[in-house]
């Protein structure tokens, strides 16, 4: 397949490249205009804002697709509790720009397959223990909100027939592909690794630290959205979450870094927050229709790769 990786530059982006090349496809990449990273070696690479719908139309007319991995995004939370205009500009907007440019060369050429990331986010605080897809979304951010508005857009319209797709759900993304880890500074492996390299003082924790979620590895998600894109269907889409299907606590992962890299952590103890003792995926379906198996997934390989690239 000839497929086009919008975000392709990004820490998610940039494991699925290398899983798709990998597997024989050819690969183009789709930045805004990054200029602190590159593609991996073997990719195209072009550049257009996925908010400007000519520029967008014009990379997937002429580019000539058999399949789309959407990654472009904006991530946090927190940000668009202050901007929320700008995440749904991006997040839903653009989705929308991306599938009216599949939808409008729909009459000369075959249905395109598609793979948008969502997020885990959407499901909120309402639920605990292990999540399944058929939970009733509950978003409690502009950024949720904003996933989930383009969730809707790409079933509806792949109910048109226009595409196939399958919209993922990972979990917390971690480890590392190729030297590219994750270096996002909401996240608590990123800021673990800050701490011990002096960048970070401490960091913190909720109480004590025995809130539980679901890590997974970033080749395993790369790994499960190729194989997502090879069995796409015209007129169908599908949710599936991805995770490792295995909950740890914010104190493990703390410990265990402490393992992977020889030194000790300082911690700041917050007060405990109101927040779900546990979250994890339920990953029954991603293993059934995929035959996947995240067994990258566990925590001291997440570390140790994670900890590789940091260094």
């Given amino acids: 397949m000839h497929v086009l990786v919008t975000g392709g530059l990004g820490f998610l982006g940039h494991a699925v490249t290398v899983d798709l090349l990998a597997a024989g496809h050819q690969v183009t990449v789709m930045t805004r205009g990054r200029t602190d990273a590159k593609p991996p070696a073997g990719a195209d690479l072009v550049t257009g804002d996925i908010r400007d719908r000519d520029r967008v139309a014009d990379i997937v007319k002429t580019g000539e697709y058999d399949g789309v991995v959407h990654l472009a995004a904006l991530t946090s939370g927190r940000d668009s509790h202050a901007d929320p205009l700008t995440y749904f500009d991006v997040n839903t907007g653009g989705t929308l720009n991306l599938l009216m440019a599949l939808d409008a060369v729909r009459d000369h050429r075959p249905p395109a397959s598609l793979v948008f990331a969502s997020t885990n986010i ?50 917390n993304i971690a480890g590392a592909v190729g030297g590219v880890g994750d270096t996002d500074p909401a996240r608590i492996i990123p800021n673990i690794f800050r701490t011990v ?115």
Wanted: glycine residues 10%; neutral net charge; contains cysteine.
């Fill in 122 to 171: 959407v499901y909120g605080s309402q639920h605990t223990g292990a999540l399944s897809e058929d939970l009733d979304p509950h978003p409690e951010s502009p950024y949720a909100a904003s996933k989930l508005a383009a969730e809707q857009l790409v079933a509806a319209c792949a109910a048109t027939g226009a595409i196939g797709a399958v919209t993922v759900r990972p979990f």
């Fill in 197 to 311: 390299t002096g960048q970070l003082p401490y960091v913190t924790l909720n109480g004590d630290g025995s809130a539980v979620r679901d890590f997974v590895h970033v080749a395993d998600v790369a790994e499960a959205i190729r194989t997502s894109l090879s069995g796409c269907v015209p007129g169908n889409h599908q949710l599936l979450n991805l995770g490792s299907g295995l909950g740890v606590s914010m104190a493990k992962v703390i410990a265990e870094a402490e393992r992977s890299t020889g030194a000790t952590v300082a911690v700041k103890r917050n007060p405990p927050k109101p927040e779900p003792a546990q979250l994890t995926a339920d990953i029954g379906r991603a293993r059934a229709q995929l035959g996947w198996n995240p067994y990258r997934s566990d925590l001291s390989r997440i570390l140790r790769d994670a900890w590789s690239a940091w260094q």
